[in-house]
């Protein structure tokens, strides 16, 4: 298949780079458009109030690749009016892999991994995001190494990416054009060739005090939290899928709003 490929962590994050390579080795033909820097918690932002600038960029992906100073909303929108080459149509828009789950309705609606396979979805093409859960430690790690994977990640994320390859085709293909779904994939930490996928709907999370106090100078600043999870026993939710160590698979279907 095409697929046009972006994520929110930026160009230079292994987890994209991982995707895009699985994806290769699979025989897929890819186009990526992927933000400059890191986008996380942008949501569907688009940026309204300034220039974008995208621009080629070489990271060994041997498919055309652009860096754009942008949301992950803005990379989708401007490759498909402007940056694809001729003749190639993609078949559905991939986003991720992420750093970090997206699971349950506050981390959806905040993501800019979701929110890049969401404007492939408004311009009527299947959608699918990709996301890799961490613990706690192995994020601190991860930053800690400046995002060089310990071992036992790198491991997780190139079966997560392999799992990936393997999906995307299979859930694009049974997603009609103009459908407004997008599949969010949630892998677990770890992850091996045999985990088995979970369908899942989103958790219900409460996430107050997202926010420290004021310092001297008055500012807030975000700190991560997992939230609450009010959700009822059934059906099966994406955060206790990953918990059970199963890859949460739920259809964001956009056209059951306000049902």
Known sequence: MRFLITNDDGLDSLFLHELVHALRAAGHTLVVAAPKTEQSWVGAAKSRSRAV????????????????????????????????????????????????????????????????????????????????????????????????????????????????????????AATAPHSFVVHNINFPFPCTAATAVAQTVPARVVLPRLFTPPCENGLHRLVFRAGEDVSPPAPLTDRAALEAGHISHSILDYTRLGR
């Open 53 to 172: 600038h995208a621009a080629p960029a070489d990271c060994g992906f041997a498919c055309p690749t652009w860096a754009i100073d942008g949301t992950p909303s803005d990379c989708i929108n401007i490759a498909l009016d402007h940056l694809l080459p001729a003749g190639f149509t993609p078949d559905a828009v991939l986003s991720g892999i992420n750093i970090g789950m997206n699971a349950s309705l506050g981390f959806i609606i905040a993501s800019g991994t979701i929110a890049g396979a969401w404007e492939g979805a408004l311009h009527g093409l299947p959608a699918v995001a990709f996301s890799q859960n961490l613990t706690e430690t192995a994020y601190a790690a991860l930053k800690a190494s400046h995002d060089i994977p310990a071992t036992a990640l790198l491991a997780t994320l190139r079966h997560s990416a392999a799992h990936a390859a393997h999906l995307a085709p299979v859930l694009v």
